[in-house]
Protein backbone atom coordinates (compact mmCIF):
# COMPACT_ATOMS: atom_id res chain seq x y z
CA UNK A 1 0.00 0.00 0.00
CA UNK A 2 1.27 3.56 -0.99
CA UNK A 3 1.47 5.67 2.00
CA UNK A 4 3.43 8.61 4.07
CA UNK A 5 4.06 8.92 7.68
CA UNK A 6 4.79 11.85 9.82
CA UNK A 7 5.93 10.04 12.97
CA UNK A 8 6.10 12.60 15.23
CA UNK A 9 2.29 15.06 16.09
CA UNK A 10 4.49 18.03 17.13
CA UNK A 11 8.28 18.83 17.41
CA UNK A 12 9.20 21.57 20.15
CA UNK A 13 12.48 23.27 19.42
CA UNK A 14 14.26 26.29 20.84
CA UNK A 15 14.61 29.52 18.62
CA UNK A 16 18.44 29.52 16.95
CA UNK A 17 18.80 25.72 17.19
CA UNK A 18 18.14 23.01 14.16
CA UNK A 19 15.11 21.65 13.38
CA UNK A 20 13.99 17.85 12.07
CA UNK A 21 10.69 16.86 10.77
CA UNK A 22 10.41 13.58 9.88
CA UNK A 23 8.84 12.19 6.68
CA UNK A 24 8.64 8.62 5.42
CA UNK A 25 7.06 6.85 2.48
CA UNK A 26 6.21 3.52 0.96
CA UNK A 27 5.26 3.71 -2.72
CA UNK A 28 5.93 1.90 -5.63
CA UNK A 29 8.64 2.40 -7.81
CA UNK A 30 10.49 6.28 -7.46
CA UNK A 31 8.77 8.51 -5.34
CA UNK A 32 7.70 12.00 -5.90
CA UNK A 33 7.44 13.84 -2.81
CA UNK A 34 6.59 17.20 -1.48
CA UNK A 35 6.38 19.34 1.81
CA UNK A 36 4.25 21.90 2.84
CA UNK A 37 3.42 24.45 5.49
CA UNK A 38 0.66 25.79 6.45
CA UNK A 39 0.14 28.74 8.97
CA UNK A 40 -2.75 29.68 11.71
CA UNK A 41 -5.73 29.89 9.79
CA UNK A 42 -3.73 29.98 6.43
CA UNK A 43 -4.04 27.60 3.13
CA UNK A 44 -1.06 25.36 2.81
CA UNK A 45 1.90 26.83 1.12
CA UNK A 46 4.88 24.90 -1.05
CA UNK A 47 7.85 24.65 0.38
CA UNK A 48 9.83 21.76 -1.76
CA UNK A 49 9.95 18.68 -3.46
CA UNK A 50 12.22 16.07 -4.90
CA UNK A 51 11.37 14.49 -7.86
CA UNK A 52 15.03 13.36 -9.50
CA UNK A 53 18.77 13.95 -8.81
CA UNK A 54 20.91 15.93 -5.69
CA UNK A 55 19.35 13.84 -2.66
CA UNK A 56 19.39 17.40 -1.12
CA UNK A 57 16.81 19.86 -2.46
CA UNK A 58 16.48 23.20 -1.24
CA UNK A 59 13.20 25.18 -1.00
CA UNK A 60 11.62 28.45 0.49
CA UNK A 61 12.10 30.13 3.78
CA UNK A 62 15.50 28.50 4.14
CA UNK A 63 14.02 24.85 4.54
CA UNK A 64 15.69 21.71 2.99
CA UNK A 65 15.18 18.63 3.25
CA UNK A 66 16.80 15.03 2.54
CA UNK A 67 16.04 12.23 0.15
CA UNK A 68 17.10 9.24 1.36
CA UNK A 69 15.62 5.95 -0.52
CA UNK A 70 17.08 2.87 1.45
CA UNK A 71 15.53 4.35 4.73
CA UNK A 72 12.92 5.64 2.00
CA UNK A 73 12.51 9.16 3.77
CA UNK A 74 12.45 12.89 3.31
CA UNK A 75 13.11 14.90 6.47
CA UNK A 76 12.48 18.56 6.39
CA UNK A 77 15.33 20.42 7.71
CA UNK A 78 16.30 24.31 8.89
CA UNK A 79 19.98 24.80 10.24
CA UNK A 80 18.13 27.55 12.50
CA UNK A 81 14.49 27.91 13.52
CA UNK A 82 12.78 31.00 13.83
CA UNK A 83 9.68 31.64 16.04
CA UNK A 84 8.45 32.65 12.73
CA UNK A 85 8.97 28.93 11.59
CA UNK A 86 6.09 27.75 14.14
CA UNK A 87 3.26 26.35 12.08
CA UNK A 88 1.77 22.92 10.38
CA UNK A 89 3.78 21.19 8.04
CA UNK A 90 2.38 18.05 5.76
CA UNK A 91 4.50 15.77 3.79
CA UNK A 92 3.30 14.29 0.58
CA UNK A 93 3.64 12.01 -1.78
CA UNK A 94 2.11 11.25 -5.46
CA UNK A 95 -0.09 8.37 -5.85
CA UNK A 96 2.08 6.38 -8.61
CA UNK A 97 -1.13 3.85 -9.30
CA UNK A 98 -1.77 3.68 -12.91
CA UNK A 99 1.63 4.84 -13.89
CA UNK A 100 3.81 8.40 -13.77
CA UNK A 101 1.55 9.87 -16.07
CA UNK A 102 -1.62 8.88 -15.02
CA UNK A 103 -2.38 10.15 -11.66
CA UNK A 104 -1.78 12.94 -10.42
CA UNK A 105 -2.84 12.81 -6.81
CA UNK A 106 -0.95 13.35 -3.55
CA UNK A 107 -1.14 10.70 -0.39
CA UNK A 108 -0.76 13.24 2.54
CA UNK A 109 0.45 12.68 6.47
CA UNK A 110 -1.29 13.44 9.05
CA UNK A 111 1.07 16.44 9.56
CA UNK A 112 3.35 17.45 12.30
CA UNK A 113 2.79 20.65 14.70
CA UNK A 114 6.64 22.63 14.65
CA UNK A 115 6.67 24.93 17.98
CA UNK A 116 9.97 26.92 17.95
CA UNK A 117 10.21 28.65 21.62
CA UNK A 118 11.92 32.14 21.84
CA UNK B 1 3.06 29.23 -9.15
CA UNK B 2 -0.26 30.36 -9.41
CA UNK B 3 -2.77 32.77 -7.18
CA UNK B 4 -6.02 31.20 -6.13
CA UNK B 5 -8.67 32.98 -4.80
CA UNK B 6 -11.68 31.29 -3.24
CA UNK B 7 -15.47 32.82 -1.95
CA UNK B 8 -16.66 32.85 0.88
CA UNK B 9 -13.46 32.78 3.12
CA UNK B 10 -15.97 31.59 5.47
CA UNK B 11 -19.95 30.86 6.29
CA UNK B 12 -22.21 29.78 8.84
CA UNK B 13 -25.23 27.78 7.55
CA UNK B 14 -28.47 26.30 8.67
CA UNK B 15 -28.90 22.78 8.82
CA UNK B 16 -30.65 21.22 5.56
CA UNK B 17 -29.17 24.29 3.40
CA UNK B 18 -27.00 24.26 0.43
CA UNK B 19 -23.81 25.95 -0.01
CA UNK B 20 -21.46 26.56 -3.32
CA UNK B 21 -18.02 27.85 -3.40
CA UNK B 22 -16.01 29.20 -5.66
CA UNK B 23 -12.20 28.77 -6.98
CA UNK B 24 -10.80 31.17 -9.59
CA UNK B 25 -7.43 30.78 -10.64
CA UNK B 26 -5.55 33.59 -11.94
CA UNK B 27 -3.82 31.83 -14.87
CA UNK B 28 -5.42 28.51 -16.84
CA UNK B 29 -4.67 25.30 -15.06
CA UNK B 30 -4.99 20.94 -16.03
CA UNK B 31 -6.22 19.97 -12.85
CA UNK B 32 -8.20 21.22 -9.82
CA UNK B 33 -8.97 19.34 -6.93
CA UNK B 34 -10.96 19.73 -3.51
CA UNK B 35 -10.36 18.94 -0.52
CA UNK B 36 -11.71 18.55 3.03
CA UNK B 37 -9.84 19.83 6.17
CA UNK B 38 -10.95 19.52 9.95
CA UNK B 39 -8.68 22.72 11.94
CA UNK B 40 -5.09 20.71 12.47
CA UNK B 41 -5.83 17.98 10.97
CA UNK B 42 -4.37 16.30 7.47
CA UNK B 43 -6.32 16.76 4.29
CA UNK B 44 -8.67 14.78 2.45
CA UNK B 45 -9.31 14.79 -1.23
CA UNK B 46 -13.01 15.13 -2.02
CA UNK B 47 -12.93 15.14 -5.65
CA UNK B 48 -10.90 15.93 -8.89
CA UNK B 49 -12.27 18.57 -10.56
CA UNK B 50 -12.27 18.16 -14.81
CA UNK B 51 -12.89 20.50 -17.56
CA UNK B 52 -15.82 19.82 -19.67
CA UNK B 53 -16.46 16.50 -17.94
CA UNK B 54 -18.05 15.07 -14.40
CA UNK B 55 -15.55 14.90 -11.71
CA UNK B 56 -13.98 12.12 -10.21
CA UNK B 57 -15.16 11.67 -6.40
CA UNK B 58 -12.97 9.78 -4.00
CA UNK B 59 -14.54 6.77 -1.94
CA UNK B 60 -16.76 8.35 0.35
CA UNK B 61 -17.93 11.02 -1.04
CA UNK B 62 -20.77 11.33 -4.05
CA UNK B 63 -22.04 13.43 -6.67
CA UNK B 64 -25.62 14.12 -5.14
CA UNK B 65 -24.07 15.91 -1.70
CA UNK B 66 -21.04 17.63 -3.34
CA UNK B 67 -21.81 18.57 -6.78
CA UNK B 68 -18.97 19.98 -8.70
CA UNK B 69 -18.28 22.39 -11.31
CA UNK B 70 -15.59 23.00 -13.88
CA UNK B 71 -16.94 25.30 -16.89
CA UNK B 72 -13.17 26.12 -17.94
CA UNK B 73 -9.42 26.18 -17.27
CA UNK B 74 -9.49 28.84 -14.20
CA UNK B 75 -12.49 28.36 -12.14
CA UNK B 76 -14.96 25.40 -10.17
CA UNK B 77 -17.27 25.51 -7.80
CA UNK B 78 -17.79 22.95 -5.23
CA UNK B 79 -21.36 22.93 -3.52
CA UNK B 80 -22.01 21.29 0.00
CA UNK B 81 -25.82 20.51 -0.48
CA UNK B 82 -27.90 19.41 2.39
CA UNK B 83 -25.76 20.41 5.31
CA UNK B 84 -25.66 18.55 8.75
CA UNK B 85 -23.52 19.40 11.31
CA UNK B 86 -20.76 16.92 10.36
CA UNK B 87 -20.02 18.94 6.60
CA UNK B 88 -18.72 21.74 9.22
CA UNK B 89 -14.96 21.95 7.61
CA UNK B 90 -12.33 23.68 6.15
CA UNK B 91 -12.42 23.18 2.17
CA UNK B 92 -9.49 23.91 0.11
CA UNK B 93 -9.70 24.12 -3.61
CA UNK B 94 -6.06 23.24 -5.31
CA UNK B 95 -4.28 23.59 -8.67
CA UNK B 96 -1.50 21.70 -10.45
CA UNK B 97 -1.07 23.72 -13.67
CA UNK B 98 0.44 21.69 -15.84
CA UNK B 99 -1.11 18.31 -14.51
CA UNK B 100 2.14 16.20 -15.12
CA UNK B 101 3.11 13.86 -12.06
CA UNK B 102 6.17 15.89 -11.25
CA UNK B 103 3.69 18.68 -10.79
CA UNK B 104 3.28 20.90 -7.68
CA UNK B 105 -0.66 21.50 -6.23
CA UNK B 106 -0.73 25.08 -5.16
CA UNK B 107 -3.88 25.76 -2.20
CA UNK B 108 -6.29 28.58 -2.32
CA UNK B 109 -6.76 30.13 1.04
CA UNK B 110 -9.79 27.74 2.13
CA UNK B 111 -13.35 28.10 3.47
CA UNK B 112 -14.09 28.13 6.73
CA UNK B 113 -17.58 26.10 6.98
CA UNK B 114 -19.82 26.11 9.91
CA UNK B 115 -22.85 24.55 9.96
CA UNK B 116 -25.23 24.86 12.98
Known amino acids: AQSVAQPEDQVNVAEGNPLTVKCTYSVSGNPYLFWYVQYPNRGLQFLLKYITGDNLVKGSYGFEAEFNKSQTSFHLKKPSALVSDSALYFC????????????????WGLGTSLAVNP | SAVISQKPSRDICQRGTSLTIQCQVDSQVTMMFWYRQQPGQSLTLIATANQGSEATYESGFVIDKFPISRPNLTFSTLTVSNMSPEDSSIYLCSVAPSGGAADTQYFGPGTRLTVL
Open chain 1, 92 to 107: AVRDMRGGAGNNRKLI
